[in-house]
Structure formats: structure tokens, C-alpha cells
């Protein structure tokens, strides 16, 4: 198995786990505060869609040949080119900006879009040829990192996030053990 396939069968596997925990969770327990955080379920999946946004837009980008169209929230708060795009600080102040922006969202509609962005970036990813993932600097908007990065990256997310938060729920007695 390749690199490519090696990541994809990772991003499926966190995707399906992804959704076999949202599908066995009331809209209450969705819409609750993971205390003593602020942030719900659904807060945590409208986090995810939003910032995998960017990966789908290099995806894209990728396919055909142009520089990625990034959403409207990127380009007002999204990381500096000239910048350190690791600052703590930035992406907190993004991350505030993106919650405040989608908290209104019906939680119907996060799980709709992160689901079918979710599915659009596998399907937009395994087009994309491994020798195109994996040579750093091919891409000049993507500085000297290989594209493997983008998708590592939204994978590190979405598995990060995933063990937060079925740790809290299993912590408050509202998952079983094994999930």
C-alpha cells in the first residue's frame, strides 16, 4: 500500500468513526456544553468543517492546476503567507471568529455539511495522484510542504477532536466504554 492509500484508509476510518458517534447521539447531547468548555458536539464539528474548508480548497486546487480558492473566513482570518502559521494566538482568534460565525447553524445543517465536505474530500483526494501528494514544494501556494501535509493535518484534526470528545462523553456516563 502506498502513502496516498495508507492516509486515505486513516481519513475513512476517523470519518466512519466519526459518524458512528454522531449518529448515536440525541440532538440534545449534540447541542450540550462539554463543560467546563463553552463548545458543543456540535461546535467541535462545525470547528472541524470549517478549517477542513482549506484542505478541500488545495484538493481542488490540485486537480486543476490552480491556486486554492480559499473560503471567505480565510481570507479575513486565515494565516498570514508571511507569517508563522502555527501561532497560537492566530488560530485562537480564528477559532473564536469560526465559532461565533456558525453557532446559529441547526445542528441538521453542521452535520450535513460537515458530512458531505467530509465525503467531497475523500473523493476529491484519492483523484489526486500519490507522486502530486508527496513531493514537497510542488505546490508554490503551499511553500516547501508536500501535500501530504494538508491531508495529515485534517486527519491529526478530526482524530484529536474525536478522542476529546468521546472521552468526555464516556467520562459523563453518556458513551459506552469502547467507543
Known amino acids: ?15 466512519n468513526r466519526w459518524q458512528e ?17 463553552a463548545w458543543t458536539v456540535k461546535d467541535v464539528v462545525v470547528h472541524m468543517w470549517a478549517w477542513q ?12 492546476d ?12 486565515g494565516p498570514d503567507k508571511e507569517e508563522d502559521i502555527d501561532r497560537t494566538e492566530d488560530i485562537d482568534r480564528t477559532n473564536a471568529y469560526l465559532y461565533k460565525i456558525n453557532r446559529e447553524k441547526p445542528w441538521s445543517r453542521v452535520y ?3 458530512k458531505a465536505q467530509f465525503s467531497r474530500y475523500l473523493e476529491l483526494t484519492s483523484q489526486i495522484p500519490e507522486k502530486n501528494l508527496i513531493e514537497p514544494g510542488r505546490y508554490a501556494w503551499f511553500g ?20 476529546m470528545v468521546s472521552t468526555w462523553l464516556r467520562e459523563h456516563g453518556m458513551l459506552k466504554t469502547g467507543r
Open 1 to 15: 500500500m502506498n502513502e496516498k492509500e495508507k492516509i486515505l484508509v486513516e481519513l475513512r476510518d476517523i470519518f
Open 21 to 37: 458517534l454522531l449518529t448515536i447521539l440525541t440532538e440534545e447531547q449534540v447541542t450540550a456544553p462539554l463543560l467546563p468548555s
Open 53 to 64: 474548508q482549506a484542505s478541500v480548497a488545495r484538493a481542488e486546487a490540485t486537480l486543476h
Open 66 to 77: 490552480r491556486e486554492p480558492n480559499y473560503p471567505k473566513w480565510w481570507e479575513i482570518m
Open 112 to 114: 450535513a455539511d460537515w
Open 144 to 163: 516547501n510542504y508536500a501535500l501530504t501535509a494538508s491531508l495529515m493535518g485534517s486527519l491529526d484534526h478530526h482524530k484529536e477532536h474525536f478522542d
